[in-house]
DNA sequence: GTGAAAGCGCTAACAG
DNA sequence: CTGTTAGCGCTTTCAC
């Protein structure tokens, strides 16, 4: 009975007037608030009766169940974090808009189709525990390209929270799971397209940076290069500063040894290729053939419309979701827990020498029907 | 000592091993909960030297606030709703992806750059009080182009949540405050600039539906038809159909009273129109001039460039995030519940009738720089 | 200056 | 089948 008073107390107290309170709709109801929660949850085994009742009450009274105390006491919140990694401050990549654009449109589709929301965070921790990190309850958390020994992704874990990463993690970073794309295969079918439409030296725009996908598209580069018995040629310059691009493309065109075909990248390139192909007199595909890993529109209007690789990241957003959803779940099951996703290579007018219709849809592997 | 035996009690048996709770903090320093809280949230008036002893302790056991604890207790919960009109079960509209995502982005930016998080959410309630809506604590809610008596909007409104909308709210949608764009200082302004480039019948291709961007800038070209002395051509498709706008670009340029210039209201209506002026055999900007209302850096790149009316949706996102969270933290202060921001024509060759010059690059303001 | 106690609103044992 | 009770982990009066 003094338990019950003081609860007395504190509801006759405390009582707000915006909104209604489980204890308010118990009341109104005639039953006791657990019968109104499993009413309401469809848990319990109540006659329909009351359940109807109880839910009716509730409709009446304008009741919301406060999602705050329900994730206190189930520690469950719905929530998954999506990281972003961060250049002066802005989410997003400039150069990699598109492709961070379409990757969290289709993670938060897939989220929510499974009653998750999408929180968008920022890609650094400030060390105190009072930054926008520690505010928000997490039940798992998308990472974009963590870097090398991400602090965030090291807290995360260390918290015990599911994390997925999209690019698979350089060194030994202890994720949940990854999704990732085939950047060997991607490149080196790319490159024998190229060679196919009679590329006899292919060069490449390339990143100093050390992030796997640089990294591992570099490598293939390299190992085509020899397998094919050519040297390579290539340019690596800083990936996030929108100026360098040009200039290592100018710079790649200039050399002695000019390449008659190249690949670029990143998403800028085939702008910054085309510009430096017009300054050099060279007509694209004529005397240079040309290719850039891009998600963006833009390549389709280009004059010519320029031949892209995408990494389809509609299909990676949504599969990074689904792991870690299966994780935080536990429907995880078996432990495919790394996941490699096919890329597309959009054949367009700048990579066909020989009189170059112009497609607009790429060929297409038999695997890709159907899988978006 | 009851109530204190029964936390004793609790703690021994609850313990879990993952994480460090504000109670093994007070333990492993010999302080008081209280003393913890007050030391790591730099309140209360301790001496200096507890409170860096309860900080080093603390981050010694690597310890983290909940954060549901906390947003239960003090009825804030650091996240800001992001609500996306929805076709089909994907968050942003396709045919105003890149609308969406810019203002996304700098929404998220905003928000983080005080303190919040960003939670996208779709655009639609389940009746039901438990979809992903009332499963997580919102301090306030942005949304996009609410329609009429929007539903969601009209619950967030009765749980005294504020809201505010990017676009002005039809009917009397009670939202805390509303960002928009000068819709019909913008449609004017174009207009004049395409009649200062020789039009002298300006077509107009529009939407169906009712809301408010569709009506007010259909109203200021009727408007401006009639100051202009002009009678209106126009044709209107229900702007959601991607296919529709196609249609209705043939149909605007299959007319007898055919237009020798165009604005098309939405996104892929540039696209739209300069395939259907190809049909017809005119030439842009020759025999017809174009501009439309797009984000899409695609058209910088279209053979020939196209002119486009710029919505600002990142000063739109930003403006909106900011209003908001004054209005959530009653730093409001004055009254401007509403602002209208400016637009930004992109003037390029589409809309140019004398000597235009084939640039690929399009004369941008200077607030353009690093928009990619 | 510091600590004890009272809940925020809910769910899950468990007792009837 | 339904109700009572004990907290989830934190912040916050209010005593000391």
Same mark, same amino acid.
């Given at each position: 009975m003094t338990a019950a008073g003081k609860h007395q107390v504190g509801r006759a107290h405390? %009582? %707000?007037? /915006?909104r209604a309170g489980i204890r308010d709709v118990a009341a109104a109801a005639g039953v006791s608030i657990t019968t109104v929660s499993d009413a309401l949850n469809g848990k319990g085994r109540l006659p329909d009766a009351t359940r109807r009742h109880v839910r009716e009450v509730a409709d009446r009274l304008g009741y919301r169940p406060s999602a705050a105390a329900r994730t206190l006491r189930t520690g469950k919140s719905g929530l998954i974090g999506l990281t972003v990694t961060t250049y002066? +401050? +802005?989410?997003?990549?400039f150069t990699e808009f598109a492709y961070f654009a379409e990757m969290a449109r289709a993670a938060s589709s897939a989220a929510l189709a499974r009653g998750y929301a999408l929180v968008i965070l920022p890609g650094s921790t400030r060390q105190s525990p009072y930054d926008v990190w520690s505010n928000v309850a997490l039940d798992g958390t998308v990472v974009i390209d963590p870097s090398d020994r991400d602090p965030v992704v090291t807290e995360l874990v260390r918290q015990g929270i599911p994390v997925v990463s999209d690019g698979r993690p350089c060194g030994?970073?202890?994720?949940?799971a990854w999704v990732d794309n085939d950047h060997e295969a991607a490149v080196t079918g790319l490159l024998d397209h190229l060679a196919a439409a009679g590329a006899r030296r292919i060069g490449l725009l390339t990143?100093?940076?050390?992030?796997t996908y640089t990294r591992l598209s570099t490598k293939a580069y390299l190992r085509w290069c020899e397998r094919a018995g050519q040297d390579p040629v290539y340019e690596a310059y800083?990936?996030?500063?929108?100026?360098a691009g040009a200039v290592a493309a100018d710079r790649l065109l200039a050399r002695p040894d000019r390449p008659d075909a190249v690949y670029g990248l990143f998403d800028p390139n085939g702008t910054d290729l085309l510009a430096a192909a017009r300054r050099y007199g060279l007509r694209v595909p004529d005397d240079l053939l040309l290719v850039c890993c891009s998600e963006s529109a833009v390549y389709a209007g280009t004059e010519p419309p320029i031949t892209t690789l995408s990494l389809k990241p509609g299909r990676i957003g949504t599969t990074v979701v689904q792991l870690l959803i299966d994780a935080i779940e536990g429907?995880?099951? /078996? %432990?495919?827990?790394q996941r490699i996703m096919p890329t597309d290579l959009i054949v367009r007018t700048s990579s066909q020498r020989r009189r170059a219709r112009t497609t607009v849809s790429a060929p297409r592997s038999p695997e890709d029907r159907g899988r978006s």
């Open positions: 405390g %009582r %707000r007037l /915006g002066g +401050e +802005e989410p997003f990549t030994d970073l202890p994720v949940t990143g100093t940076s050390t992030d800083p990936a996030h500063d929108p100026c429907t995880g099951g /078996g %432990r495919p827990v």
